[in-house]
């Protein structure tokens, strides 16, 4: 991408740099916020890891090797913030990350940024059942539109193993959709 290119040497570039950053965080701070987010549940934290995330790239960027997209070495970054937040709350995040996918789930359709319908709530509430491990992986490819070579660089997993995730997460998803669809009817 001629303007990702642009950007970067921008990025790399000691006078530029402030000015550039900027235009990074109005391109892909809403993108990175909702995929942290879908991991860390809640507003609050996200945020703080949002800002830790970037925090990250300012100071790396002069390290970016430029072997993957932009975009892709960013969403790493923040999938690693994002493990680290959960770590570090650990004693508490297995209450927490619980009560805060309950919440999650009730509060949705007060949501402002939420328009969906019954289908889509009972979408989430399905994704929310799934392991850890699925719901990263059909969150990024379903929501995220990342390919899977993407996927594949940010979590450090193959492309086969990611694949046999999300087809056994949509499988999990159409059967509880068909099958909560017989019983309504």
Request: proline share 1%; hydrophobic share 35%; glycine share 2%.
């Amino acid at each position: 991408m001629k303007g990702e290119t642009e950007l970067i040497r921008r990025l790399k570039n000691p006078k530029l740099k402030n000015k550039a950053f900027k235009d990074l965080l109005d391109i892909h701070q809403e993108r990175l916020y909702w995929y942290i987010r879908k991991i860390v549940l809640t507003h609050d934290n996200a945020n703080d890891v949002l800002q830790n995330t970037f925090i990250r790239v300012y100071k790396g960027i002069q390290n970016f090797k430029e072997n993957s997209a932009l975009h892709t070495w960013m969403f790493r970054i923040a999938y690693n913030e994002c493990i680290r937040f959960l770590e570090k709350n650990k004693l508490e995040s297995a209450f927490y990350q619980n009560d805060a996918t309950k919440s999650y789930l009730s509060n949705l359709t007060q949501d402002a940024y939420f328009d969906g319908n019954e289908v889509q709530l009972k979408l989430h509430s399905i994704i929310s059942s799934l392991s850890e491990k699925q719901q990263r992986v059909f969150q990024m490819k379903y929501f995220d539109d990342l390919s899977f070579h993407e996927i594949s660089e940010i979590l450090n997993v193959s492309e086969n193993t990611l694949k046999s995730s999300y087809y056994s997460a949509v499988k999990t998803i159409e059967k509880e959709i068909i099958s909560d669809t017989i019983q309504t009817n």
